[in-house]
C-alpha cells in the first residue's frame, strides 16, 4: 500500500468562479486533496484518470452533455467521485444525474459551499472511502478491515464488561 495524494479537479468555465471555490477548498481540504483547475472540458477530460478521486462539474457550462461527460468519466475510472454544480433547478435534471451514477447533485445558491464542503468531508471521512482513495485497496479489502477493527472493539468492550 502506497500513501498518495488525492486529486480533485474542478472543472468550471468561469475562471474567477473556478478560482474563488479552488481557494475555498483549498483552505478547508489542501493537505487532503491536490486540487487542480480546469476552464475547459478536453484539458479536463485529458487528465482524468485512475488517480482522480474527485471532480467538482459545472452542469450548466455542459448543458445536457453533462451528463456524457459524467459517463466518460466513468468509463476511464469508476471509483471517481463525481460532484454536479448546477444552476438547473429541474428535478428531473437531477435524476437524471443520479442515474448516472453522479455522488452528488448541488444547486448553486447559497450555502452551496458549505454543502460542498461537508460532501467532500463525508468522501474522504467514510473508511471504506478514505482506504480506496488514499491506499488503492479494493472494496471488498476496504469493507473487511473495517469490519475487522469493529469486531475487535467489541470484543474489546465485551472482555471489559465481563471482568
Given amino acids: 500500500?502506497?500513501?498518495?495524494?488525492?486529486?480533485?479537479?474542478?472543472?468550471?468555465?468561469?475562471?474567477?468562479?473556478?478560482?474563488?471555490?479552488?481557494?475555498?477548498?483549498?483552505?478547508?481540504?489542501?493537505?487532503?486533496?491536490?486540487?487542480?483547475?480546469?476552464?475547459?472540458?478536453?484539458?479536463?477530460?485529458?487528465?482524468?484518470?485512475?488517480?482522480?478521486?474527485?471532480?467538482?462539474?459545472?452542469?450548466?457550462?455542459?448543458?445536457?452533455?453533462?451528463?456524457?461527460?459524467?459517463?466518460?468519466?466513468?468509463?476511464?475510472?469508476?471509483?471517481?467521485?463525481?460532484?454536479?454544480?448546477?444552476?438547473?433547478?429541474e428535478i428531473f435534471t437531477a435524476i437524471d444525474s443520479y442515474k448516472n451514477d453522479v455522488d452528488n447533485y448541488l444547486l448553486k445558491e447559497k450555502g452551496v459551499k458549505k454543502k460542498l464542503s461537508m460532501t467532500l468531508f463525508e468522501i474522504v471521512t467514510y473508511p471504506a472511502n478514505y482506504l480506496q482513495m488514499k491506499y488503492s485497496v479494493s472494496e471488498f479489502f476496504a469493507y473487511l478491515i473495517f469490519l475487522f477493527v469493529v469486531v475487535g472493539i467489541l470484543v474489546t468492550i465485551g472482555f471489559i464488561s465481563i471482568y
Avoid at 1 to 15: G, S, Y
Fill in 1 to 89: 500500500m502506497t500513501n498518495q495524494t488525492l486529486n480533485l479537479f474542478i472543472v468550471e468555465d468561469n475562471p474567477e468562479s473556478a478560482l474563488k471555490l479552488h481557494q475555498f477548498l483549498d483552505t478547508r481540504f489542501g493537505t487532503v486533496f491536490n486540487i487542480s483547475t480546469f476552464t475547459d472540458a478536453v484539458t479536463a477530460m485529458s487528465k482524468v484518470d485512475e488517480n482522480t478521486s474527485v471532480v467538482v462539474l459545472d452542469y450548466d457550462y455542459f448543458g445536457d452533455e453533462g451528463n456524457k461527460i459524467v459517463d466518460l468519466i466513468k468509463i476511464i475510472n469508476k471509483k471517481t467521485k463525481v460532484i454536479i454544480l448546477s444552476n438547473n433547478e
